[in-house]
């Protein structure tokens, strides 16, 4: 933890209480990020950046709002911190805007996460090359253009409260991918890619794997075309499958829940999904892209069962609409969500099936919270018996959350450690395509 990070978050409180808030939480933060792209051989992009920021959440008189600077030079903060407090005199009070009790607040042990890669070394440069010439050398033929990128990045902050709460967080961050222009017969252009993130640069999927698997989406992305409209199974690549999992937690947010603009909002110890079902969130995970020691409001963090065997067990409600709600508050957020993996393989359930689209690229689409209808435009390829027979694309899938979740079978033994989404690939049963 910064010295001068936990200086300025004490210095955004101290000069807040002093001119008229009753409690303040204010969060300080500071990183350096390197995002690197090469195209067909030469860079094409190359960017360094540092930040360092402030923000505070002022309370005054029962009423509360936001706000946030980069300019963190004492005279500098004093006119903006008097200026926000004069602001937030005139919006309506609210008496459920209060910090929680202190008693609640803290920080779960869990100093053993490694979040933080203090040995990794990176020549950029060296590190893109490799990754875009590994992809144009996986693809042979009909190869228009190959793109490799990387990043890498770290970042530390404070969040510091005026009755007492401490807490910190840092992490490191390490990627590469690359993405591919096919040329087809009839002159469209398809494309493809893949990625691979981690907290630790020795974890990430080897360049030649990434390499290999942006191929083979490019070449099977080929003569491509939509099939006629259909119900049928679908089994959602592990890599995607967070599109899916977010339209059934988008509407377990307290928000949603107080203003009754979710599907959810009487669903709690009822089904809403099928029995095959568990969704866990586990901020504690060993180096997990969403590990987290404490949650938005400073208390400490533990592992939750979201679903459980396809029953909703828990909203995501934090200390404020706790209070709106008059419920205990669970946390405000996720971490890492974690669908429990299966015990057999993508290719063992694909070789079980007559027909099967699997689907490896969700394009546009949009859910509604409030109904839980749904519709996402797929991309992938259509499967007879562990086969492929036709690239599929120009599809969409539509209905409702209840009615795909219900129809759940199994998770494959996959799971997607490169994300705060952590799911193997999954199958359902009788999803509505839409093609011609």
Known sequence: MSHSLRETAALMVEIATRHGASEATAWASTGTYTDVKQRDGSIEKWQDSQSKSGSIAVFVDERYSVHSTNDLRRDALEGFLKRAIEATRHLEPD???????????????????????????????????RMQTATTAAIPAQLRSAEGFVWSGSSSSIMLTSNGFEGHHATTEFGHGAEVS?????????????????????DLEPIARVAGKVALRGRRALGSAPLKSCRGAMLVENRIASRIIGTLVGPMAGSAIY?????????????VASSAFTLIDDPHVIRGMGTRSYDGDGRPTR??????????KEW???????????????????????????????EAILGDLDWCIHVDGFLGGNSNPATGRYSFGIRGTLFERGEPVAPVSEMNISGSIF?????????????WINGSCRSPSLLFDAVQFSGQ
Request: glycine share 8%; hydrophobic share 35%; aromatic share 6%.
């Open 303 to 312: 592992v939750r069962t979201l679903v459980d065997s396809g029953t909703l």
């Open 95 to 129: 008496p459920a805007r209060r910090l929680p009790d202190p008693k609640e607040m803290g920080m779960a042990d869990i100093t053993e996460v490694d979040l933080v890669d203090t040995g990794a070394t990176v020549d950029h440069r060296d590190w893109v090359n």
């Open 182 to 202: 096919m040329e087809d017969t009839d002159g469209r252009l398809p494309e493809a890619y893949d990625y691979t993130v981690s907290r630790h640069f020795n």
């Open 259 to 271: 203003e009754q603009r979710s599907c959810l909002h009487d669903k709690l110890n009822q089904t």
């Open 403 to 415: 009615e795909l979740m219900g129809g759940f079978i199994e998770a494959a033994d996959d799971p």
């Open 316 to 346: 995501l409600v934090g200390v404020y609409y706790g209070r709106k709600l008059g419920i205990e508050p669970t946390s405000a957020g996720t971490s890492n969500l974690i669908v429990p993996i299966g015990t057999r393989s993508v």
